[in-house]
């Protein structure tokens, strides 16, 4: 063990608090510059939902005059996939061949610059020989310049075409020309697409303002389908205008900034009524207000419960300030990264109340202890913080080591978490910065000695004169009368003629007022001094009462507890190791899940008809030949789509090949899917009619508000979307709405419909459960995804089955998909109202193995891949960070026991965790494996509190006993406060009020039940531990103890 002399040096060291009582004036000064800057920085902030992060999608068009998909895919998909896959950064890479044309989609890490990969991509490209005659055209997507409102036109006066021209005219260039404003794309009516560019943006470096529809047409630079669409508002035809943001522009500001303008706009408008139809703002909005309204609730209730403790509103308040003015300091270091106020951050913010508190309570509450032993105010604060200094630097510290591997986390996955963990680390470090230097400061001026003067007898906790037997008998006596003797180990107050002394000396006075003050060690100066803390009235202060009484009756039987834990030691660590070996046992039948499904109210109904028998023949094959051949892309979503039709025959192929010979893309790859406009009039006309029979079965519902729309999506005029906005006093929840309509959708011959949840960054065809089925044989995975279709199908929950590659039958191959150069097809699934994803995965996974056929393998794919992989990700930051942590706490011990106690201790808060998850059917996730590596801080920090104390006592000449017995005693308190007021903290985040709280609520439920345990049985299982693996090392190196 490390000497005394060492330790006192390195505790002189740690003691930064000296100097800031010394220049108190230069300490409150340096702090309100800090809240001046705080402030400053918080107003900076913008709210957002999730991190700003880049999802930088490239996109190859590739054309070749080659008649089948089979060779297209032999002599150009497998050239380009070769020479692409190789390239630094890439995640996934997928690929749809056709006949003479193939779309190679490149999901880039997220973060990855774009423009640089969108470079790369197409220099690889053009070291490629290609067959001859072939052409390809490199598109970057952004996934973040997505929609951020839409609005439609509508007039009682004015038909369409009047109200196009009036947008085109009047209200789009107003719009288009915003900050954060990308483009607006004016759809419905059944015309082209109209789209009005930002003049500042890239797309229109040298471009018009206004792209006319000709010359979307002839430039090949644009990057604008111009397929018509039909937009339809609470079942009347109307027009809408769509406003795309920038990929780094804030959503909240770009939709803020049209509100305003719309306003503006409606004023010069009479006849014409521009109404909300869809937004991300709103929910948005909501989420984080809720989210603020949790931390604020949470500040207040962790005041409340210090107060409960302290009684003393001077004290309470000292260590309330560490509340805002960390808060504000963790602003600034988010200002200077660059991170919003959205929910991950927030979900910091919240957890971190308990911590940043922690360290101004232990401060505080044991400045007011030396306080009581009869020392003026800077006394205390000195002698107090030179005591604690080095262990409450430590234990910040080790949370630091907790939480930074978190920020530092590799993958997709640490891009996401990357704010969260270093909000928590920026969090601490301010507390444990305010706790070491403001909070002894505003001690030294606030807090007031007690009244009259101490018996003689007590000796100075500063001198350490005497011989041993005189020194412990002195500090044994100031314990005494700081912590009262009615909570004093009876083995310890009777132990020697000293104690009886003492016991005589302070005689009735002593013994009556240590029934006041509490037994765990509760200062008299905090506590009815001059009668007037029982003078409290109002709910509070009875409740207060009421608590504390509670404290008083059940503190004498913590050491009672403690000294037979410490007879019964095997006993206790059976139970320890029974615990976790029980919360183990719990995680099958907890929910797995990845990230919780949001409530936002509102969702998605996707449909696709059958395309129309058209009359004329020319027309039929021109319609064929797009659909099969060209494809198109939505730039209102920022996704590429391929298309293909599945119910062309072979003669039509036949008489399709001279066309399929000269692929009419242009050199952009964008070209429109139906130069006939007669046919495709036709094909929305019949789009439009399923769409309305799905609008009168949805309209039907009561709880519905709105339903907005879009006929002819992603190019595709037989696809339509129907976003379905709900009330908000609705009796029923989005997900059971979403069960009820399903059920009550009409059966259309032919069409095929989903109802899904609205993605904040769409992905084309992307639904929760995902896998891919590999192998070479395109009829055998073909059959085996409608196999495993059907079966899936009959699978509770599991809804809106789909499959692809069904249609590749003998020589009539329309498309080849490819999964990271393999050939693949795909099963997907939505999940209904009380699935979970884990679940359904697994289950998927289970049934798909049991069907696949020689030659076939299964890869899970999007959400279902993800979540799998969470767990791997979260297991290697766990230990890292546990690692971390260990080393951290060598510095304040000198050796290794310490650092393995708190490591074993470590699975206590597992069995509470888990119990808590399973009770509540909370996801065990991404999630609550946040709250699993928050614990990890608190728990060594209660560890740090006890084992420190105990060898500061033993090193003033207490057995290890007794040293553990009054360390139990006089650290209880300040462990129960910081834990209570922790949890509170969590309790509005529980209970999951408010919008986005599915996503809160799984952490804190887990916090929330790991504490109670964690708490509970580290009182006693530490000190156990501490006892039994000191004799285990001592009978290893007893000539080095």
């Known amino acids: 063990m490390v000497k005394l002399s060492s330790l006192k040096v390195l505790r002189e060291r740690f003691n930064i608090s000296r100097l800031a009582i010394k220049y108190s004036r230069v300490t409150i000064g340096f702090w309100i510059a800090m809240v001046v800057a705080g402030l400053l920085a918080f107003s900076s902030l913008k709210y957002a939902l999730f991190p700003d992060i880049t999802f930088p999608v490239v996109v190859v068009n590739a054309q070749v005059p080659l008649e089948t998909a089979v060779e297209t895919e032999q002599k150009l998909t497998q050239p380009i996939e070769e020479r692409l896959l190789p390239l630094a950064g890439l995640d996934q890479m997928v690929s749809s061949t056709y006949p003479g044309r193939t779309v190679v989609t490149l999901y880039f890490d997220v973060g990855t610059n774009l423009n640089s990969s969108s470079m790369e991509v197409e220099k690889t490209l053009w070291q490629i020989a290609l067959p001859e005659g072939a052409t390809f055209q490199v598109i970057p997507f952004n996934l973040n310049e997505s929609s951020a409102v839409s609005y439609t036109i509508k007039s009682d006066t004015k038909d369409l075409k009047e109200l196009a021209e009036i947008a085109k005219t009047s209200i789009l260039p107003e719009i288009a020309q915003l900050p954060g404003v990308l483009k607006v794309n004016l759809l419905g009516g059944g015309e082209t697409t ?147 106020l959205e929910t991950i951050t927030l979900l910091a913010l919240a957890l971190v109340i308990g911590i940043i508190i922690d360290d101004a309570i232990v401060e505080v509450e044991n400045i007011s202890r030396h306080l009581e032993a009869g020392e003026s105010p800077r006394q205390a604060a000195l002698a107090a913080t030179n005591e604690i200094g080095l262990t409450v630097s430590a234990s910040t510290l080790t949370i630091v080591a907790v939480f930074l591997p978190v920020g530092l986390m590799g993958g997709n996955l640490g891009q996401f978490f990357k704010p969260f963990g270093l909000t928590v680390s920026a969090a601490v470090l301010t507390s444990l910065l305010v706790a070491r230097t403001l909070c002894p400061v505003l001690a030294v001026y606030w807090l007031k000695p007690r009244q009259g003067k101490r018996e003689q007898g007590i000796g100075n906790r500063e001198q350490g004169t005497g011989n041993r037997e005189q020194g412990a008998g002195n500090r044994e006596q100031g314990a005494a009368m700081q912590r009262g003797l009615g909570g004093f180990p009876h083995s310890l107050l009777h132990q020697d003629g000293s104690r009886e002394r003492l016991l005589r000396e302070e005689g009735n006075r002593e013994q009556g007022t240590a029934m006041q003050r509490g037994l765990g060690g509760l200062p008299h100066s905090l506590l009815h001094q001059d009668g007037k803390r029982e003078q409290g009235t109002g709910n509070w202060a009875r409740f207060s009462r009421v608590v504390f009484d509670f404290w008083l009756r059940s503190n004498p039987k913590y050491p009672d507890l403690l000294r037979w834990s410490l007879g019964h030691r095997k006993f206790v660590v059976a139970l320890a190791v029974l615990s976790f070996v029980a919360g183990i046992s719990l995680i099958p039948l907890i929910p797995q899940g990845f990230i919780p499904t949001l409530d936002r109210g509102e969702f998605m109904i996707t449909y696709r008809a059958p395309l129309p028998q058209i009359p004329s023949a020319s027309q039929f094959g021109d319609l064929i030949n797009n659909i099969l051949n060209l494809g198109g892309f939505d730039t209102n979503s920022d996704k590429s789509k391929s298309l293909s039709n599945s119910d062309t025959n072979s003669d039509t192929n036949k008489q399709l090949k001279p066309q399929l010979s000269k692929p009419q893309l242009s050199k952009s790859g964008f070209n429109g899917l139906f130069p006939i406009k007669s046919g495709m009039q036709l094909v929305l006309k019949q789009s439009e009619q399923v769409a309305k029979q799905l609008e009168e079965a949805v309209l039907a519902f009561p709880e519905v508000e709105s339903v907005y729309t879009v006929v002819g999506v992603q190019g595709d005029p037989n696809k339509g979307n129907l976003q379905v906005k709900l009330k908000r006093n609705r009796q029923y929840t989005t997900a059971q709405v979403q069960e009820k309509m399903r059920a009550a959708l009409p059966k259309i011959s032919g069409v095929t419909t989903s109802v899904e949840d609205i993605q904040f960054i769409e992905l084309p065809t992307q639904k929760p459960v995902q896998v891919a089925l590999l ?41 080849i998909e490819h999964v990271n150069g393999q050939r693949g097809v795909y099963v997907r699934a939505s999940l209904n109202q009380g699935q979970r994803l884990g679940d359904a995965t697994e289950e998927v996974v289970k049934l798909a193995k049991s069907v696949l056929p020689d030659g076939v393998r299964l890869q899970l794919w999007g959400d279902s891949a993800l979540s799998s992989h969470v767990l791997g990700s979260f297991a290697g930051t766990l230990t890292l960070s546990v690692t971390c942590m260990l080393l951290v706490l060598i510095l304040p011990f000198g050796r290794l026991l310490e650092p393995m106690v708190v490591g074993l201790s470590l699975p206590l808060s597992i069995v509470g965790a888990m119990l808590a998850l399973l009770i509540t059917q909370s996801d065990f996730g991404m999630i609550s494996l946040i709250g699993l590596i928050f614990l990890l801080g608190l728990l060594d920090k209660n560890a740090l509190l006890l084992m420190d104390y105990v060898n500061q006592l033993r090193r003033g000449g207490l057995s290890r006993t007794e040293a553990i017995l009054e360390t139990g005693v006089v650290r209880l308190r300040p462990i129960i406060m910081t834990t209570a007021s922790t949890i509170l903290g969590m309790l509005p985040l529980a209970l999951g009020f408010g919008a986005g709280a599915e996503l809160r609520q799984p952490m804190a439920v887990a916090i929330i039940g790991g504490l109670l345990t964690s708490t509970l049985l580290s009182l006693i299982v530490v000190p156990v531990l501490y006892s039994l693996l000191e004799d285990c090392w001592l009978g290893l190196f007893s000539g080095k103890q």
């Open 194 to 340: 109209f789209t009005a560019l930002n003049s500042g943006s890239e797309l229109t470096k040298q471009a018009p303002e206004i792209i006319k529809e000709e010359q979307q047409r002839d430039s090949p630079e644009s990057p604008i389908p111009i397929t018509p669409t039909r937009i339809r508002f609470n079942g009347q035809e109307a027009l809408a205008f769509q406003v795309i943001k920038g990929g780094d522009a804030n959503t909240l500001d770009v939709v803020s900034r049209v509100e305003e303008a719309v306003q503006r706009l409606q004023g010069s408008l009479p006849e014409v009524q521009l109404v909300l139809a869809v937004t991300q703002a709103n929910y948005i909005r909501e989420a984080t207000q809720s989210t603020i309204d949790g931390l604020v609730l949470a500040i207040v209730l962790a005041v409340l419960v210090i107060f409960t403790f302290l009684r003393n509103w001077r004290a309470t308040l000292i260590t309330a300030l560490a509340i805002p003015i960390s808060l504000l300091g963790t602003a600034i270091v988010m200002a200077i990264y660059g991170f919003n």
């Open 775 to 815: 192998g070479d044989d395109l009829e055998v995975l073909g059959n085996t995804a409608a196999d495993l279709k059907t079966r899936i199908e009959r699978l509770p929950g599991l809804v809106d089955v789909e499959a692809t590659g069904q249609n590749n039958r003998g020589n009539r191959i329309t498309e």
